[in-house]
């Protein structure tokens, strides 16, 4: 009677339900290796309401042809963002991260607290095509809600995909951060849910 | 005084004899009397559905139950824009300054717009008509947007067109004088309309702009015949409520319904908190037939029939003149009051009259717009004589647009074969004219019609030309407020069906078709290269300013000094001794107004503030109107009258003048709106030229069928335990250390455990609260709180989180009524909590009763042990809406499926964004920065919210008074929210 529910509910916590590690194919062929390792743009060029919304924000196609009106204007592979700002029409992504609905994550804040990018997302300046890292699942979020030091860095290395600082150091930054920011996140239902 | 409200109704079902309070006549009538929380049959299906139907459904909700958890594909889309607009930030709603109208008067609105979709509509606080408040109906324009049933094409002769070559081919045909062209339009105190009615004049000087309006209201009703005749041209009263310690209202609701209710609902209340005695309050007396919203707050509420309205004040002259040495302002109303003096009421009048000559200057005499012009003057008289004009009534002009003539000169052109082209913009006059006009006979001797409008609706049937009109949310336009400032209204979205804005369509007949904006752009330059004073640039910059914050602050045109003709009062009708039998008085409808609101499911399913009456319009009658005519609640009767019958369904309504049957408009409708159909009777036909709101009832005969009424008055009822608290101003002083209530006992609970933050709470001021319902309507636009229908409604299975309860005391003829918002009460010890086998609902650490949709397995345990009742379960997936009503959801809410129980949650999305905001911008949590939506849109302010550990926020100040209390306190459930006791002020010689 126990073992079937509990199969159940491990399953449901597996990669291949979560979709950690599912490679999707997008409307556009976007590297994030080359745009964010090789020419250095910051997560906020493109992601820029992620300090003040609760979305990050995909952006607008106006933002590629930003630079790809001065560089790489005939490559074939942009051939869809052109079509894109050409026609008036929006690029139709295929979403990676997917929270249920009754979830309300607010990106802004986590930012504000100190959880970089890459604690989520992993190291999206290594992926041909982002996948997901992270399980998020419920037990997943509340793992740091309960226990965030492990979880911050300093504000000017949010953005940093290549924090990863010795456990001993993490302990520090990560302590020094609850207490002066005098973070405690919420361990409500209605802090996500509502 | 103090004395505890008991519900009337015991859990057995018995009635409570001897109950001081009571909510039905179950007592005297056959009235369902408090249904159970799930009453039997509760879970069938709505009777509409077959069993092979309800299979399909359920199957189908299963199969998506069963789906929707897990997701093994992706085909979730991230659509961004193409080019971001400059102010948006996706996830961030943006907030417009914009104006909507009613009976062409302007009140200043905030609308919220997620990403470009307006979702919500609140006050504009710099609005002189808003205040920051906002009634039913301007915030359900919100949905009236996204009606799936909205007309969307032009169309001439059945065929599809381009509108505005049919203008410019109306324009040549019409010829160089313009003589058969004629124009029917609703009020308006928009000056670009103005200019645009203006040039349409100059370039056919035979043709004539008619202006129809079915309430009514001010210069367009028996107000404005009073004032032109009295003064010789067109003014407005303005009321300064927080300046009148004695109102006096004759057959008028000043604080719920007219162009200014919010802001009298404001001034109000300003004299309506004394906390203690000593303190300045008012007095309310009403008079009038049928319970209203002023008459449910009144000290000394008066039932008597419209009719005998102008005796009455005739009787309150002569008793000012005779008893209180008032001078009267002129002989001839000497005369009129010797003439004609009644008996009846002298305690009540006696009381009155006294109150308002010891508050010379402070006191305000209201008469309705259901009232002939004499009432009206006399009004004017008493408040001359009393030097109320110019203390608490000031006259300014009226900013509505002079029309040509009424609806019965063009019925006389019509009938002449005078009228060729008629364009009606808006308005619905079909529906609306007056019964004895004869509108949808008499229409269609214009060879041409042609109707600007939101739906296919009697008037569109009849027109051969038809032009779909721009919401209001939709297109550019401008207006003035009582006061006479101005203001912009700027469209949020542009028109999902094509629509068109009125002023466009004038301006297409008189040279090229202009945009509405270009229009009101132009008018604005115009009135200030008019004035002479700013340059061009100075212009644009102001207008700029203008739509920033949505109007054009301190700038109410000057007042206008009166010197009344009394010799105008030989004009006036003197109406005849008050004949014997019934009256059938007719009155716009708290919900559907004149019938335009008809179509939308969230006013159609809010209870009326008086009978509670949900999807339907119904006869009201007076408990011993129901004795003489034997008839039950439901009863079908057939009133028939000097202009025609109707058969309607009755309601018993304590507090209903006995001789006086009241029937609300708007309903019976037979347009193409789908929601509208088959709901209620039409009463218009009944109405006439001579006598626009009432009829002469010959006979009423019942008939043998019922009709199947969905009333909530009866639903969720608290079963026989103590609920409010009375006061009156004499007996405020309560010493700090005595409760109202006894102490709940021991608790074996443990006690709650608190966070380091705010700690939220609420306070309701049970005093000020007038019934109007705006909060329940903001609820459900905040809330994505679904409609349910009125099948389901008679199951009691509406979704409302927030009721508000009508209790009364007292004889049935004419008892007091009390009014409660009731809500989820977020009790520190929350018995739902307890019961929950899947803790779905728990307690936050700020004080919160939390629901957690998505654990909710549907139990209902939990709502079984709410003491207050104020869970609601989704029997069905009610949330389902067609096309694109779900545009209207506010984004940061759940949708909540079928099988979810659902109720108040404080507006934690409000709570919540504004917590981020504080960290992410580095700035304290103010202890006033969450605004709930019923507090943010209470005319009187009556809700508080905020962090009662703050104690300096106004909610720990008023939870700490003495007349805050808890409902059910003994219960030991610390519910966070408090009410404070209803203090009122009863003259002594009347108690």
């Known amino acids: ?194 | 005084m103090s004395a505890h409200l008991h519900d009337d109704h015991r859990s057995d079902g018995a009635p409570h004899r001897d109950a001081l309070y009571w909510r039905t006549l179950a007592d005297s009538f056959d009235v369902p009397s408090g249904t159970r929380e799930f009453p039997p049959a509760a879970d069938t299906p709505p009777n509409a559905w077959s069993r092979r139907q309800f299979i399909g459904l359920m199957s189908a909700s299963m199969a998506l139950a069963g789906l929707s958890g897990c997701r093994l594909t992706s085909d979730d889309h991230l659509v961004p824009y193409v080019t971001q607009p400059v102010d948006v930030i996706p996830g961030r709603p943006s907030h417009y300054a914009t104006t909507v109208t009613m009976g062409g008067y302007g009140t200043g609105v905030v609308v919220t717009s997620h990403e470009g979709r307006p979702t919500k509509i609140d006050g504009n606080p710099e609005h002189p008509a808003s205040l920051g408040a906002c009634g039913v109906f301007e915030q359900a324009l919100v949905l009236q947007l996204y009606d799936p049933d909205r007309a969307q094409a032009a169309r001439l002769n059945g065929v599809s067109c381009l509108w505005h070559q049919e203008m410019q081919e109306v324009a040549t045909h019409t010829g160089t004088r313009g003589d058969g062209l004629r124009v029917l339009m609703e009020p308006t105190a928009s000056p670009t309309m103005a200019r645009c009615c203006a040039e349409v004049k100059q370039r056919w000087p035979g043709s004539r702009i008619i202006i129809h309006d079915a309430a009514g209201i001010g210069a367009h009703g028996a107000a404005g015949q009073a004032w032109r005749a009295l003064f010789g041209h067109d003014l407005v009263a303005r009321y300064d409520f927080s300046r009148s310690l004695i109102v006096v209202a004759m057959d008028a609701d000043p604080l719920a319904s007219g162009p200014s209710h919010l802001a009298h609902a404001r001034g109000f209340a300003s004299l309506r908190r004394a906390r203690s005695a000593g303190q300045p309050m008012n007095r309310l007396y009403v008079a009038e037939s049928s319970p209203t919203c002023t008459g449910s707050i009144a000290d000394h509420r008066l039932a008597v029939s419209d009719r005998d309205i102008v005796d009455l004040l005739l009787a309150l002259l002569a008793e000012l003149m005779a008893g209180q040495g008032v001078l009267c302002p002129d002989q001839r109303i000497a005369a009129l009051v010797a003439g004609r003096t009644t008996s009846a009421h002298p305690s009540w009048i006696r009381a009155a009259a006294a109150d308002l000559a010891a508050n010379r200057g402070a006191g305000l005499i209201l008469i309705g717009d259901r009232q002939p012009p004499l009432a009206h003057a006399l009004g004017h008289a008493l408040n001359a004589a009393l030097g109320n004009v110019g203390a608490t009534i000031a006259y300014g002009p009226s900013p509505l647009m002079a029309g040509d003539g009424d609806l019965a000169s063009l019925m006389r052109e019509l009938d002449r074969g005078q009228v060729d082209d008629l364009l009606i913009l808006g308005g619905n006059p079909v529906l609306t004219a007056l019964g004895d006009i004869q509108l949808g006979r008499r229409i269609s001797q214009a060879r041409n019609r042609w109707y600007l409008g939101l739906y296919e609706d009697e008037t569109a049937q009849l027109c051969n030309g038809f032009i779909p009109q721009a919401h209001v949310l939709e297109s550019w336009g401008d207006a003035c407020a009582c006061d006479g400032t101005r203001s912009i209204q700027q469209p949020l979205i542009d028109p999902l069906h094509g629509g068109i804005a009125a002023c466009e369509v004038l301006a297409a007949l008189v040279g090229p078709p202009r945009l509405a904006r270009d229009l009101v752009r132009d008018t604005w330059r115009d009135a200030f290269q008019g004035a002479g004073s700013i340059a061009d640039a100075g212009a644009d910059a102001h207008l700029a300013e203008v739509l920033r914050r949505g109007v054009e602050v301190g700038r109410a045109s000057s007042l206008v000094s009166t010197a009344a003709d009394w010799s105008a009062l030989a004009r006036f009708e003197v109406p005849q001794r008050s004949r014997d039998g019934f009256e059938l008085s007719l009155k716009l409808d708290a919900k559907v107004h004149d019938g335009r609101f008809a179509n939308n499911p969230w006013l159609q399913e809010l209870p009326d503030p008086v009978t509670k009456l949900t999807w339907d319009n119904a006869a009201l009658i007076s408990p011993a109107a129901a004795r003489r005519l034997g008839v039950a609640q439901g009863a079908l009767i057939e009133v028939r009258c000097d202009t025609g019958a109707l058969t309607v369904p009755v309601i018993i309504q304590p507090g209903q003048a006995e001789w006086t049957i009241s029937v609300s408009l708007g309903y019976g409708r037979r347009g193409a709106e789908r929601t509208a159909a088959d709901i209620g009777v039409d009463a218009y036909p009944l109405t006439s030229i001579s006598r626009p709101w009432s009829a002469a009832v010959i006979a009423v005969t019942s008939r043998p069928a019922s009709h199947r009424l969905a009333i909530t008055q009866h639903h969720w009822s608290l079963e026989g335990r103590p609920i409010l608290l009375e006061q009156t101003l004499a007996g405020i002083n309560l010493p700090a250390d005595a409760p109202l209530q006894p102490p709940p006992g021991p608790s074996l609970r443990p006690a709650p455990a608190h966070g380091p933050g705010p700690q939220w709470a609420m306070v309701i001021d049970t005093s000020v609260c007038i019934g109007c319902s705006a909060c329940v309507v903001a609820c459900q636009a905040e809330n994505n709180i679904p409609v349910v229908g009125k099948e389901n409604v008679l199951r009691s299975r509406e979704m409302h989180w927030l009721r508000i309860d009508r209790y009364y005391r007292g004889n049935e003829d004419d008892p007091v009524a009390l009014l409660q918002p009731m809500a989820c009460q977020h009790c520190e010890k929350a018995p739902c909590e307890y019961v929950c086998p899947t803790y779905a609902t728990t307690h936050s650490q700020d004080g919160l009763n939390e629901m957690t949709y998505n654990r909710c397995v549907g139990t209902r345990f939990c709502s079984n042990n709410c003491p207050y009742k104020v869970r609601r379960f989704n029997w069905y997936n009610f949330a389902d809406g067609r096309d694109p009503l779900p545009l209207a959801r506010n984004p940061e809410v759940t949708v909540r499926a079928r099988g979810v129980m659902e109720k108040c949650t404080y507006c934690v999305q409000r709570i919540r964004t504004t917590e981020h905001r504080s960290l992410v911008d580095g700035v304290p949590l103010r202890t006033d920065a969450v605004v709930t939506a019923c507090q943010q849109t209470c005319p009187t302010q009556a809700i508080t919210f905020g962090d009662m550990t703050d104690p300096a926020s106004a909610v720990a100040h008023l939870r700490a008074h003495p007349l805050a209390y808890a409902v059910l306190e003994d219960s030991g459930a610390q519910p966070r929210t408090r009410y404070l006791a209803h203090v009122r002020n009863p003259h002594p010689e009347l108690t």
């Open chain 1, 1 to 194: 009677m126990v073992a079937i529910p509990s199969a159940l509910a491990f399953a449901m916590r597996q990669p291949p339900v979560t979709e950690q590690g599912h490679i999707i194919d997008q409307p556009i062929a976007f590297d994030h290796r080359h745009h964010v390792r090789d020419l250095g743009i910051d997560c906020r060029y493109c992601h820029e309401g992620v300090d003040h919304s609760a979305y990050a924000g995909v952006p607008p196609t106006s933002r590629c042809m930003n630079c790809h009106n001065q560089v790489w204007t005939a490559a074939a592979l942009l051939a869809p963002v052109r079509w894109s700002a050409e026609t008036n029409t929006p690029v139709a992504w295929q979403r990676i991260h997917h929270l249920p609905d009754f979830v309300y994550f607010d990106h802004s804040v986590h930012i504000s607290r100190g959880v970089g990018c890459s604690t989520c997302h992993g190291p999206v300046d290594t992926m041909a095509r982002v996948y997901q890292v992270a399980p998020m699942t419920m037990g997943w979020c509340i793992d740091c809600h309960r226990d965030p030091a492990h979880a911050l860095r300093p504000l000017d290395r949010i953005t940093d995909m290549d924090w990863t600082p010795s456990a001993a150091e993490q302990e520090r930054v990560g302590t020094d951060m609850v207490r002066r920011l005098g973070i405690s996140p919420t361990l409500d239902c209605s802090g996500c849910h509502r």
